[in-house]
């Protein structure tokens, strides 16, 4: 099992574009599954490529409870999206902090999957919160850039100093 490195804000590097995946090949769904690895280790629910520094369109996500439902997206596309929900979020990429942040509730989705083909589904509630969440990192977004500046300053210098420390 291999585990791949996790950026941390304020990397500069979580604010790159990922682009479009043209060919799921093997090297790509190995690289899902070190992902998937990745997050269960953590212990986190969703990672997005650019969390472990490859910027492609890809992202994985588990909310169930037995950790048995893992799903892998490849270009994903938001198709529509309905309701409000806030949810306490958290990342991989800001350890040790959570905000309220409000997304739609419902979504109809577009993706490709390990097979190559192009799927469309829906997701509600946490599922949703967290496929939008991992799409935003493709987009080079964190959820602290829904928060107020004093309190995303505040986690920057919070998160710099720790990573001074462990360096
Ligand atoms: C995104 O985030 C998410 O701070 C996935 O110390 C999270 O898996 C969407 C984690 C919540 C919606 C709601 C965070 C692990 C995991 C931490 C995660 C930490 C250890 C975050
Ligand atoms: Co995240």
Not at 1 to 26: Q, S, Y
């Amino acid at each position: 099992m291999a585990l791949l490195d996790i950026l941390e804000f304020p990397d500069a590097r979580l604010r790159t574009t990922a682009k479009p995946i043209t060919n799921v090949d093997g090297k790509i769904a190995s690289l899902a599954e070190q992902m998937l690895d990745t997050m269960y280790q953590a212990p986190g629910i969703g990672l997005a490529s650019t969390q472990v520094n490859v910027h492609l369109q890809l992202l994985v996500v588990d909310v169930s409870e037995d950790k048995d439902d893992p799903n892998i997206l490849f270009n994903p596309r938001i198709i529509n999206a309905e309701g409000a929900l806030e949810t306490s979020e958290g990342c991989l990429s800001v350890p040790g902090f959570y905000e309220p942040v409000t997304r739609p509730e419902n979504i109809t989705y577009e993706a490709v999957g390990l097979d190559g083909e192009v799927f469309q589904k829906d997701a509600s509630g946490l599922l949703a919160v967290c496929i939008q969440h991992e799409m935003d990192h493709l987009d080079g977004k964190l959820f602290v850039d829904y928060i107020s500046s004093t309190k995303r300053q505040l986690i920057r210098k919070k998160l710099l100093k720790q990573q001074k420390l462990r360096a």
